[in-house]
C-alpha cells in the first residue's frame, strides 16, 4: 500500500477473486434521459449487444412506463440479448409494475426496479405525501413487484438529502416486503464522499436484514463527485454499482463505468474487490455510444478520451522511454486501446479488413464484413490511407447502426458561394414515396443555403443550436464528421454523418435529424413528460 494512501487506514481488503461487484448499467436507461440522446430501438439493440459483450451484469433497458416506445425497446432487449439481467425501472405503482412485466417476461433474467422519493423536499413539493405514505407505497410496490419478479431492486430517489432514521427505516420496510438489491441514489449528485460514507455506515449498522441484500450506488456528478462516491460506496460495502458508458446522463451525468472499472483494478490494493468487465472493449463500447448518441468525448476524459495515454512534455516522454510506469498506471491495451494506427488502402481485400475489425473488437459475421467492406472500398476511392479511426467511424455510421427506415434522402445537391457572390443551394430530395422534389435556397453560407433549401422540401421546422466539424484522421483527404444539434417541438435531436465533403457531411447530418423527427410519429403526453414528471434515481 502507497505512503499516505486514504486506504491504508482501512481494514485490509479481501481476495478480489471472492470478492465481486455487480456492474449495472442504466446507459439506455439514464443515460438516454441525456438532452437529444435518445436512441431507436435498432441503436438500443446495438448497445445492449455491446453491453453484454463488455461484460456488464446488469442492463437497466428503459423505463416501460415511460412509453410505448420504451416498452417496446425493453421487450427487445429483453429477448435477444442473453447473459445479463435485463431491468426496467418502475414507479411504485400497479401500473409501471405491470408494464415492466409485459416489458421483461421473456427475459431469461430480468429484474424489476421500483423506487420512490424518499427527502423532505420531494415528499413536500413533488409527491405531496407524508411519511407514512412514502413508507406505505414503497412496501407496496415491492411487495407487488415480488409477486411476479424473483430479482426486485428498491431504490429511494434522493437518499443522500432524506433523513437517516427515515432512510434506515424505509430500507429495512423494502427488505421486509421482498427486495433482493436496496439501491442508495445520490440523485442530484449533492453528496461529498465523506458524507455519502456516513449514509452507508449508518444503513449498514441500523437497519435490520441488511446483511441479506446487495447494497447499491447510484450517483450523478453534478459536482463532479459522481466516480469518487460510487468508489467510496464500494469502501463502505456496496457490491453494486449503476453507471454510464462515458458517464453520460441527466445533467452533469452519471458515474462513469469506465473510470470505476479501471479504478477498482488499477488499484485493487484498496478495494479488492473484482467484476467481469472485460477492459478491453471498454474504447470501442464508448466510442459507439458516443457515435449513437452524439454526445462527443472530450479529449482529456480518463480512460477513454483521446489524450488518456498521451505524453507531449518532454521530461514524461523520456520517463515513458525509459520505463512506461513512470506515467502510465494502466496500459492502453487494457482498455481497448491499439497501437497501430495506418493500416489499409483501396488494394486491401476482405481478409485484411476483417482482421482489422477483429484487432479492433468487432466480431463480425461474413454479411456484416461485407457490408463494411462495400463502404470501405467506396472510401478507399477518395482517400489514399484508411486509418483505424476511418474503419471505427465506418462501423458506427454504417454497418454497426444498421440500415433504418428514412423518410427523405439525396438524390441530389450542388452549391455556389465566393467572394462577392450570394450561397445558394439547389437540392433534389426523394421522398418515402418514391417522388422527388426539388428546392432552391440562399443562405449565410453554402451549408446554411444546404439547410434552408432542406426545410423548404421538408417542411421542417427547427432552430439550429450546435454545430461541430471535427476530423477522423489526419491528411487533406480526411474524413470530416459533422455533428449537430437542433432544437424542436419535440425536443432537442443530434444528427452527425460522415464525408470527404464538408458540405456533403454537413447536409447528410441535418437529414438525419430531419428523418429523426419525421420517423418519430405522435408523441404521447406521457411520453413527453415522463423524464421531468416521473423522477428517476
Given at each position: ?6 486506504g ?11 470478492d465481486?461487484?455487480?456492474?449495472f ?13 435518445s436512441?431507436n430501438?435498432?441503436?438500443?439493440l ?9 461484460g ?23 429477448r ?6 435485463i ?18 417476461k421473456?427475459a431469461?433474467?430480468?429484474r ?22 412514502i413508507?406505505?407505497r414503497?412496501s407496496?410496490?415491492v411487495?407487488l ?7 426486485v ?8 438529502r ?12 423494502a ?9 442508495v441514489?445520490d440523485?442530484?449528485?449533492?453528496a ?7 449514509t452507508?455506515?449508518?444503513?449498514r449498522?441500523n ?17 463532479g463527485?459522481?466516480?469518487a ?5 464500494v ?10 458508458i462515458n ?8 458515474a ?25 472493449r ?15 468525448v472530450?479529449r482529456?476524459?480518463?480512460i477513454v478520451?483521446?489524450?488518456?495515454f498521451?505524453?507531449?512534455a ?5 520517463g ?7 506515467y ?6 487494457e ?12 488494394h ?15 466480431l463480425?459475421?461474413e ?15 477518395k ?18 447502426l444498421g ?15 465566393g467572394?462577392g ?6 437540392v ?36 439550429l ?20 444539434e437542433?432544437?424542436?417541438?419535440t ?22 435529424v ?15 413528460q415522463?423524464?421531468?414528471?416521473m423522477?428517476?434515481?
Amino acid at each position: 500500500m502507497q505512503p499516505n494512501d486514504p486506504g491504508a487506514e482501512r481494514e485490509a481488503p479481501r481476495d478480489p477473486g471472492t470478492d465481486r461487484v455487480v456492474i449495472f448499467d442504466t446507459t439506455l436507461r439514464d443515460g438516454e434521459q441525456s438532452p437529444g440522446a435518445s436512441m431507436n430501438i435498432g441503436q438500443k439493440l446495438q448497445v445492449a449487444h455491446a453491453l453484454r459483450d463488455l461484460g456488464v451484469d446488469v442492463i437497466e433497458a428503459g423505463f416501460a412506463a415511460a412509453s410505448p416506445g420504451d416498452l417496446e425497446a425493453i421487450r427487445a432487449v429483453a429477448r435477444q440479448v442473453e447473459g445479463p439481467i435485463i431491468a426496467s425501472l418502475a414507479r411504485c405503482h400497479p401500473g409501471d409494475i405491470a408494464a415492466n412485466w409485459e416489458a421483461l417476461k421473456d427475459a431469461p433474467r430480468r429484474r424489476c426496479h421500483v423506487f420512490l422519493a424518499t427527502s423532505p423536499i420531494h415528499r413536500e413539493f413533488k409527491l405531496k405525501m407524508a411519511r407514512d405514505e412514502i413508507l406505505r407505497r414503497s412496501s407496496d410496490g415491492v411487495a407487488l413487484a415480488r409477486e411476479k419478479f424473483d430479482d426486485v431492486e428498491f431504490s429511494a430517489e434522493d437518499a443522500v438529502r432524506t433523513e437517516l432514521d427515515f432512510l434506515a427505516e424505509i430500507v429495512e420496510r423494502a427488505i421486509e416486503a421482498g427486495a433482493t438489491t436496496i439501491n442508495v441514489p445520490d440523485t442530484v449528485g449533492y453528496a461529498l464522499p465523506s458524507t455519502y460514507a456516513r449514509t452507508l455506515q449508518y444503513l449498514r449498522q441500523n437497519v435490520r436484514g441488511i446483511d441479506r441484500i446487495v447494497l447499491s450506488v447510484h450517483c450523478h456528478d453534478d459536482l463532479g463527485l459522481a466516480v469518487a462516491n460510487s468508489l467510496t460506496g464500494v469502501l463502505e460495502g456496496a457490491r453494486q454499482v449503476e453507471c454510464t458508458i462515458n458517464g453520460i446522463g441527466e445533467r452533469a451525468g452519471n458515474a462513469s463505468l469506465e473510470e470505476v472499472v479501471m479504478a477498482m483494478k488499477t488499484r485493487r490494493d484498496v478495494f479488492g474487490v473484482s467484476c467481469g468487465v472485460k477492459t478491453e472493449r471498454l474504447y470501442p463500447t464508448s466510442r459507439l455510444v458516443s457515435q449513437v448518441t452524439g454526445l462527443h468525448v472530450q479529449r482529456n476524459k480518463a480512460i477513454v478520451g483521446q489524450n488518456a495515454f498521451a505524453h507531449e512534455a518532454g521530461i514524461h516522454q523520456h520517463g515513458m522511454l525509459t520505463h512506461r510506469e513512470t506515467y502510465e498506471i494502466m496500459r492502453p491495451e487494457e482498455v481497448g486501446f491499439i497501437s497501430t494506427s495506418l493500416v489499409l488502402g483501396k488494394h486491401s481485400g476482405r481478409h485484411a479488413l476483417k482482421e482489422r475489425l477483429a484487432a479492433l473488437g468487432y466480431l463480425l459475421d461474413e454479411s456484416q464484413v461485407e457490408a463494411v467492406f462495400a463502404d470501405f472500398k467506396a472510401l478507399a476511392d477518395k482517400k489514399k490511407d484508411i486509418y483505424d479511426a476511418d474503419i471505427e467511424a465506418l462501423m458506427v455510421h454504417g454497418q454497426i447502426l444498421g440500415v433504418s427506415p428514412k423518410a427523405w434522402e439525396i438524390v441530389s445537391l450542388s452549391t455556389t458561394s465566393g467572394t462577392g457572390t450570394l450561397p445558394c443551394a439547389s437540392v433534389s430530395l426523394r421522398s418515402a414515396d418514391g417522388k422527388e422534389h426539388q428546392a432552391v435556397s440562399a443562405g449565410d453560407g453554402p451549408v446554411d443555403a444546404v439547410f434552408k433549401a432542406f426545410d423548404r422540401v421538408t417542411g421542417f421546422h427547427a432552430r439550429l443550436r450546435d454545430y461541430q466539424l471535427s476530423s477522423i484522421t489526419v491528411g487533406e483527404d480526411a474524413q470530416g464528421e459533422v455533428s449537430l444539434e437542433v432544437e424542436h417541438a419535440t425536443g432537442l435531436h443530434r444528427g452527425r454523418a460522415l464525408s470527404t465533403d464538408i458540405i456533403e457531411g454537413s447536409a447528410r447530418a441535418y437529414l438525419d435529424v430531419i428523418n429523426r423527427i419525421a420517423l418519430m410519429g405522435p408523441r404521447t403526453a406521457l411520453d413527453a413528460q415522463s423524464r421531468d414528471e416521473m423522477g428517476a434515481p
